[in-house]
């Protein structure tokens, strides 16, 4: 239990912080270095995915139950996703309609995006914990991977959401601990995660397929069309392939 609470701690809270700091430090994006990073991590999920959670999901309590958890990690996301977005959309209509009022505040408008933001990331960042409390009980070599991985995906994460409220003139601390809070769920997740992941072998492969969806969520619908927008070249295929294989060779070394 304590090595899930530290990692999911590292991974959910400090990747997020680490993101935002590097966004007020330097002030910019390096948009290729970060695409190349997120492709090679994308890469490298995909083999945990492919020869780790699911391998071990199928071993421990069949067929069945792997794909029936592996979808509904896919549709807990995507369930999640939509209702954000019609949140969202319903937002940005009610703030078009007041776009041309002349009281409106430009500073007001990009912290609440702000705060969308964060409480998007929040919402994902449950099931991220999940699989990582639940990998760590049952592989903890796996654990530490994937929270290593989801930290990274963790950065720039921090600098898109400490951006607006920045822009929108909030303090560098207050901006920096809002973004901290929306890794909260990621502990939280990691704790029900662990305490799953000690039950029975049908329940182990329950919560591993389930992470395994849920990375296949955040890998494909998240993380890669982000990689597409900073760098559309061949170059990100290539990061994702190196991410692939050495996941491959790092988990067959770790079993």
């Known amino acids: 239990m304590l090595r899930a609470l530290l990692l999911t701690f590292f991974s959910g809270i400090l990747g997020t912080v680490l993101g935002g700091s590097l966004s ?3 002030q910019v994006r390096l948009n290729r270095s970060l ?8 890469g490298m999920m995909f083999s945990m995915i492919c020869f780790d959670l699911l391998p071990e999901a199928l071993e421990n309590g069949g067929m069945l139950i792997t794909v029936t958890g ?3 990690g896919v549709l807990l996301l995507l369930l999640l996703d939509g209702h954000f977005h019609h949140h969202h959309a319903q937002t940005t209509e009610k703030e078009n309609l007041h776009h041309h009022e002349p009281h409106s505040d430009p500073n007001q408008k990009l912290i ?3 705060f969308l933001m964060i409480g998007s990331v929040a919402l994902h960042n449950f099931p991220e914990g999940l699989a ?3 990998s760590s009980m049952v592989a903890p070599p796996t654990g530490i991977l994937m929270a290593v991985l989801l930290t990274l995906h963790n950065l720039p994460e921090g600098m898109g ?3 607006p409220l920045l822009s929108g003139g909030m303090n ?4 920096l601990l809002l973004v901290a809070l929306s890794g909260i769920p990621t502990v939280a997740g990691g704790i029900l995660g662990a305490w799953l992941g000690a039950f029975s072998a049908a329940g182990i492969a329950g919560i591993l397929s389930l992470a395994a969806g849920c990375m296949l969520y955040v890998t494909w619908y998240e993380i890669l069309p982000q990689v597409q927008l900073m760098d559309s070249g061949k170059k990100s295929l290539l990061f994702q392939l190196f991410g692939f294989l050495l996941g491959f060779i790092l988990i067959q070394g770790m079993h």
């Open 112 to 114: 609440r995006l702000g």
């Open 24 to 26: 007020i430090l330097f």
């Open 132 to 134: 990582i409390g639940s």
């Open 70 to 72: 592996c979808a509904t």
């Open 161 to 163: 959401m400490i951006a």
């Open 35 to 42: 695409s190349a990073l997120l492709a090679f991590s994308a």
């Open 172 to 175: 560098k601390g207050h901006a």
